[in-house]
């Protein structure tokens, strides 16, 4: 699987990623894509759905 994204230009990040830990194989997929692109609102959404979290849930997200 970790050939995955190489046969795409760019891999798009939003917030759809938050809700869970990338595992080892999806990173390897990621380091193969040719480009990623982080959407300029990612940082801002992350912030707000963290409001949302219970409060050891708010620490694991941010130590990932």
């Known amino acids: 699987m970790a050939e995955q994204f190489e ?4 891999v798009v990040i939003d917030s759809s990623l938050f809700p869970c830990k990338l595992n080892d194989e999806m990173m390897n997929c990621l380091k193969s894509a040719k480009s990623i692109y982080v959407s300029g609102t990612f940082h ?9 979290l219970s409060e050891e849930d708010r620490k694991t997200a941010t130590a990932t």
């Not at 046969?7 to 760019?10: T, W």
């Not at 801002?44 to 949302?52: D, F, G, I, N, Y």
């Open 7 to 10: 046969q795409y230009n760019v």
């Open 44 to 52: 801002a959404e992350m912030h707000e759905l963290k409001e949302l």
